[in-house]
């Protein structure tokens, strides 16, 4: 346990920042099983959004997210070809 006022507040800042991280992170993990699930262009949309999210939240790197999301157009892409 931290025993400095700064640590203190620090150590809250870091649970709060890291509860946010793992809600957005959920909701990306969501996003996709519902995708792969049903390789709609409704849930390919929501799939991309949600990387555009973590992105602008800083918890992605840009090109990360967007090696992701091409990804992701290939799958659908595959996916509308084979249906």
């Not at 999210?53 to 157009?73: E, F, I, Q, Y």
């Amino acid at each position: 346990m931290p025993i400095i006022k700064s640590a203190k507040k620090a150590m809250r800042q870091t649970e709060t920042r890291t509860a946010h991280n793992k809600e957005i992170k959920k909701d990306i993990k969501n996003a996709l099983k519902t995708f792969k699930a049903d390789p709609t262009p409704a849930n390919l949309s929501k799939a991309q959004s949600e990387y555009d999210k973590a992105v602008k939240k800083g918890l992605l790197k840009k090109n990360t997210a967007s090696r992701r999301k091409a990804n992701l157009a290939k799958f659908a892409k595959a996916a509308k070809a084979t249906a």
